[in-house]
């Protein structure tokens, strides 16, 4: 909703006040009338209201009253408070203290007025960009990094191709692939990037908070519920709003969701009215959706309205040429983080990089690549530096050149295992057979068959 376009409360039992009000219709708002300050309670429960023009002489509950009862339940409410003449210099004082965007009388011209109604609409935009804005995790970590290999650069034609359409998107891929980024680089190809990008992960939000925190709640809604909360939803509006492991959503909100989308507006808890909203939806998951349809866990109806345009994030070791780039990025970040001047990887530990599964995806790798800067002594980071589990040989090798692959997952398993214990016990094998409960012959055995003894002495540095 723009600032012209502000639905008004005017609260008045008379007809002077009455006649300001057609100022407010020819500036475009939406006019609604209540001769009290009960009525005008009653009121702000059944509608949206946006603003207030109030007479501080009310029968009944006082304007300067009923001002503070708004203030406190509805925030966002702006309220110009309307006085019987210039001279109530302690009344416009006591009203701007309680929240009060202005304080008139009721000889004010009908243009003034007028005025000073845009300008509390506009302040109310404001307000509510500052919400939105403080709800939004900005974060300059959060670049996407698209590397060259086609998989994403297939992703990234797509997302050039739908960025300013309205379409909803559903983004699938395991954890730490980079799903948020992804929905990041979609809003920035958005008609209005400049809009607010609300981000919630719903995997990281108690059960019982859920509904709340997407759909915002009224006063007294529940236990801890003293004033009115607007929503992800609501804070979203124009913008995008992106909804993180959006399977782990309840089957009843899942329903909220579903109504939400189709129908465009939402309904606070505790709420008795609909609120209209705006907003462009990005969803994801590292859940099959489908089977969760076909075990009754995730509405069919839902799936089908987030699944218009389905983007599926690749794991790193799908997409393994990405990985010298992406290091290299993560290198930069972390040198200028942790003032170092760290080079780059040596060629061995790139191959190293390459060669290994990542189950973490992008996630571990940048994670390593801060661990590696943040100790490192040296222009460059080689292999010795890499932890055991980067030396290990990937586990798909047996069945690319088609040999044992479960004999490859047990080698590995017990290379990793000895490695460790070698470490433990100072590289010392006597030490380590102990350890391991062997006798000396079967782990000297074992080191020689596993191809141990080399690779341990490269990472002890002899």
């Known amino acids: 909703m723009s600032a012209g376009q502000k639905t008004l409360l005017a609260v008045s039992g008379d007809a002077v006040v009455d006649r300001h009000v057609s100022a407010a219709a020819t500036a475009g708002h939406r006019v609604l009338r209540a001769p009290s300050g009960e009525s005008a309670l009653l009121a702000l429960d059944r509608e949206e209201i946006e603003m207030m023009l109030v007479d501080v002489d009310l029968p009944g509950i006082s304007g300067l009253e009923l001002l503070r009862i708004v203030k406190e339940n509805y925030p966002l409410v702006e309220v110009v408070m309307m006085a019987r003449g210039d001279n109530d210099l302690e009344g416009a004082v006591q009203s701007i203290k309680d929240g009060a965007y202005n304080f008139v009388a009721r000889d004010i ?157 939402i309904e606070r808890v505790g709420g008795s009215r609909p609120v209209r909203t705006s907003f462009r939806l990005i969803a994801s998951t590292n859940t099959a959706l489908e089977k969760a349809v076909k075990e009754g866990r995730f509405r069919d109806d839902l799936f089908y309205r987030l699944n218009v345009i389905p983007i599926r994030m690749p794991p790193l070791r799908d997409r393994i040429e990405d990985v010298p780039e992406l290091a290299a990025f993560f290198l930069r970040r972390y040198n200028a983080r942790f003032h170092k001047d760290v080079k780059g990887f040596s060629e061995a530990a790139l191959e190293l990089l390459k060669g290994y599964w990542w189950p973490g995806n992008i996630r571990e790798l940048q994670n390593l690549v801060e661990r590696l800067v943040a ?88």
């Open 375 to 462: 100790v490192s002594e040296k222009e460059w980071i080689t292999d010795e530096d890499l932890p055991f589990d980067y030396h290990m040989p990937r586990m798909d090798t047996a069945r690319e050149e088609g040999g044992n692959l479960l004999q490859e997952a047990l080698d590995t398993f017990e290379r990793n295992v000895i490695l460790k214990s070698l470490e433990k016990s100072g590289w010392n094998v006597s030490a380590t057979a102990r350890y391991l409960g062997v006798p000396l012959s079967t782990l000297k055995h074992k080191m020689e068959r596993l191809e141990v003894r080399a690779l341990a002495r490269r990472l002890r540095g002899g």
């Open 109 to 265: 011209d009908a243009g003034s007025l007028a005025g000073i109604l845009r300008n509390a609409a506009q302040r109310q935009d404001l307000n509510r960009q500052v919400l939105a804005l403080s709800a939004q995790v900005e974060d300059p970590d959060r670049e996407f990094i698209v590397g060259p290999s086609q998989a994403m650069l297939d992703i990234v034609d797509v997302v050039r191709k739908v960025g300013r359409l309205p379409a909803t998107i559903l983004i699938l891929g395991e954890s730490g692939t980079g799903k948020e980024l992804l929905a990041r680089l979609v809003h920035r190809e958005s008609a209005d990037p400049s809009a607010p990008f609300i981000a919630v992960n719903l995997a990281a939000i108690p059960q019982e908070l859920v509904e709340s925190t997407l759909f915002g709640h009224e006063k007294g809604a529940f236990t801890g519920a003293h004033r009115q909360q607007l929503g992800k939803f609501e804070l979203a509006g124009n913008g995008t709003l992106f909804l993180d492991e959006v399977g782990d959503l309840r089957l009843d909100l899942q329903a909220k969701l579903l109504r939400a989308i189709q129908e465009g507006e």
